[in-house]
């Protein structure tokens, strides 16, 4: 679960804030260029998905079928040079930031939250 302290990291970055317990009412905001975070806005961010950074060959793969792109990203790779090839036939986890993966995501015209829903989906998978 994400903390509070990092929701405030994330909504409001490099605004100065001083938390003293648990709640947005321990908050003493110190940052005279960035506005408090609403409540709403912390309960938000607090209850999104953690998008998971790894996954393995199997889960991403389980979950492209399951989005129905299993083929295509086969194409995409399989199109590529020898070596883009070795990285996705062998690779032993599936990183979301890896340069092929956010390429195969541009060739296939998918958006951010798109992969980050495909991550999500795989890492559920057991």
Same mark, same amino acid.
């Given at each position: 679960?994400?903390?509070?302290?990092?929701? =405030?990291?994330?909504?409001? #970055?490099? $605004?100065?804030? &001083? =938390?003293?317990?648990?709640?947005?009412?321990?908050?003493?905001?110190?940052?005279?260029?960035?506005?408090? #975070?609403?409540?709403?806005? /912390?309960?938000?961010?607090?209850?999104? #998905? &953690? &998008?998971?950074?790894?996954?393995?060959?199997?889960?991403?793969?389980? $979950?492209? *079928?399951?989005?129905?792109?299993?083929?295509? /990203?086969?194409?995409?790779?399989?199109?590529?040079? !020898?070596?883009?090839?070795?990285?996705?036939? *062998?690779?032993?986890? !599936?990183?979301?930031?890896?340069?092929? !993966?956010?390429?195969?995501?541009?060739?296939?015209?998918?958006?951010?939250?798109?992969?980050?829903?495909?991550?999500?989906?795989?890492?559920? !998978?057991?």
């Amino acid at each position: 679960m994400t903390s509070l302290a990092t929701a =405030l990291s994330e909504l409001r #970055p490099g $605004a100065q804030w &001083v =938390l003293r317990g648990d709640t947005i009412g321990d908050l003493e905001w110190l940052d005279t260029e960035q506005v408090v #975070p609403t409540q709403a806005e /912390v309960d938000a961010y607090l209850a999104s #998905p &953690v &998008v998971p950074q790894l996954v393995t060959p199997r889960q991403i793969r389980l $979950a492209l *079928y399951q989005f129905g792109l299993r083929q295509q /990203v086969e194409d995409y790779v399989n199109s590529q040079d !020898i070596t883009v090839q070795d990285s996705w036939n *062998y690779a032993t986890q !599936i990183e979301r930031t890896n340069p092929l !993966i956010l390429a195969c995501k541009s060739a296939l015209g998918k958006t951010d939250e798109e992969l980050d829903q495909l991550f999500i989906l795989a890492a559920s !998978i057991v």
